[in-house]
């Protein structure tokens, strides 16, 4: 009986094993499941607007080099609008006006366009000077009109008669001026700057500090390592707190612990890089956490900070500074002398102040309106830049380049309003000139050490701040490549950067 029940009971395994098979043979087969991955969607999408960037890029690029011919002139009854300076507001201005609206006149002594906020990093190679530059015959030719140039320098100004005095004494004649001759550095009247100091305001200045730079390393590989007279002849002192002067020690020192460091670690040594403020902090124009950030960062890097000292004088080889809380006198021996601080007025600017003496009664700069017309002269001269003074503009290539883009679409205005004959549409275009109305979209800074401080302003209520990080620094170098007037410059920084990192500075 029993053996009689285990056959039962293995012919039932045997029929559910078999009938088991037969619903899995029978059965559909699902797909197992896979994780799901944000990386995958990111890469591709990252390598997506990578694609289009550079292709568009490369489409601006070959734009710029490819201009369009120019038009047969046909028109000869255009009125004259004659533009002094080849700075940020002049080129702004030439690059987003209609220029076949206008017989447009051109005048500097200078042929070329400074991208300004990378001329600190032009003395030790981190950009080469040229990559900076943008000559103003390839400018003139991004327009639809024919912009006539010529590098002169303008001399005077006569607002009655409506001509600019340009070297030769040639006159040229116009209907609107645009005055954007920038400024001049300003000594305050310090003896000994103008003597012994170098400066940091055209593309020449940074190759002047290239050179002493590299002649001063080359003499003090010849004086005893460790001695006075060598760390003298390696201490380099910048004047001036704000951006520039920040940016140009940051420059400096990076280029001694990077580079002369490497090569030879004994001259580093004796290498100093001083930074000289008369206030209390630098980069006022950040708040109280981003410049502390900014100056503990500089003194980890070695950048030497005097605040609180105003310079005196100039003698030789010896700035002369007082401590303004104590009201001590010190003397600071120099190899190199930077100043990197204030803005004077031209001598041009000064002729044309000294012939407007009722509304031109300000010395830091020419006095000009809500649309930026110069008092005294409204209608017929614009001001923009840092020629200008004006209750919250600011001496920066960020206001300038907002005045050039409100004046390009003010003129194109004009030139509708002058080439109709109906009143009522006269009177309604005039209404749509508002105000120039400056949005300040923050300040950028490098401090050293692929570092800097951002502060951001997206929008009158979006605004992000940054600083201290590698992302800091990507942020800093992403903004400069966007405020550059050419693609050619952006190409041109973009591989200079890269170079740096390849195979290091010269």
């Excluded at 990076?254 to 040594?269: G, H, R, T």
């Excluded at 008092?375 to 614009?382: C, H, P, R, T, W």
Aim: net charge positive; with cysteine.
């Amino acid at each position: 009986m029993f053996a009689s029940r285990m056959r039962t009971f293995n012919v039932l395994k045997q029929n559910t094993s078999l009938l088991s098979k037969r619903l899995q043979s029978t059965a559909p087969k699902v797909a197992p499941v896979k994780k799901s991955s944000i990386l995958k969607p990111i890469f591709y999408g990252s390598l997506l607007a990578a694609t289009a960037a550079v292709g568009y890029g490369v489409y601006g690029l070959y734009k710029e080099q490819h201009p369009a011919p120019l038009p047969v002139e046909t028109q000869s009854n255009k009125k004259k609008l004659v533009i002094l300076g080849t700075g940020w507001a002049s080129i702004t201005l030439l690059k987003s006006i209609d220029t076949s609206l206008y017989d447009i006149t051109v005048i500097s002594p200078r042929d070329h366009f400074l991208f300004t906020p990378l001329l600190p990093s032009a003395p030790v190679s981190t950009v080469a000077v040229e990559s900076i530059k943008e000559d103003v015959s390839t400018l003139i030719r991004q327009g639809s009109g024919k912009v006539t140039f010529l590098q002169k320098e303008a001399l005077d100004v006569d607002p009655q008669n409506k001509k600019v005095i340009v070297e030769g004494d040639k006159a040229v004649d116009y209907d609107i001026l645009v005055f954007s001759v920038g400024a001049q550095p300003n000594t305050f009247g310090i003896p000994g700057v103008y003597e012994n100091a170098l400066f940091m305001k055209e593309a020449n200045d940074a190759v002047i500090l290239k050179a002493k730079l590299k002649e001063n390393l080359q003499k003090a590989t010849e004086l005893p390592a460790g001695s006075q007279e060598r760390k003298d002849l390696l201490s380099m002192i910048v004047v001036g707190g704000g951006p520039t002067g920040v940016e140009t020690a940051a420059e400096l020192q990076d280029y001694i612990s990077e580079e002369v460091a490497k090569w030879n670690p004994e001259l580093a040594a004796d290498c100093q890089i001083h930074l000289v403020e008369g206030l209390g902090n630098i980069l006022g124009m950040f708040d109280q956490k981003m410049y502390t950030l900014a100056q503990d960062h500089l003194k980890k890097n070695g950048v030497a900070l005097k605040l609180n000292a105003m310079a005196q004088k100039v003698v030789g080889n010896t700035i002369t500074v007082k401590d303004s809380k104590t009201q001590e006198l010190v003397d600071m021996k120099f190899g190199i002398l930077i100043w990197a601080t204030g803005n004077g007025t031209r001598p041009v600017t000064a002729k044309l102040m000294s012939r407007l003496p009722e509304t031109q009664n300000n010395r830091r700069g020419l006095l000009i309106n809500q649309k930026l017309e110069l008092l005294g002269a409204e209608g017929s001269i614009y001001a923009l830049g840092d020629c200008t003074f004006h209750k919250g503009l600011v001496p920066t290539a960020q206001v300038a380049h907002q005045e050039g883009e409100y004046l390009a679409k003010v003129l194109e205005t004009r030139h509708i309003i002058d080439n109709t004959d109906n009143d009522a549409v006269k009177a309604s275009l005039a209404k749509t000139i508002k105000d120039f109305d400056y949005f300040n979209q923050g300040a950028l800074c490098y401090i050293g050490g692929e570092s800097a401080i951002n502060d951001i302003k997206m929008s009158k209520k979006i605004e992000f701040k940054l600083g201290g990080s590698f992302l800091s620094f990507k942020v800093w170098q992403c903004a400069y490549l966007a405020m550059a007037v050419t693609w050619r410059t952006r190409f041109l920084i973009a591989c200079d950067w890269i170079k740096v990192h390849i195979v290091g500075r010269q």
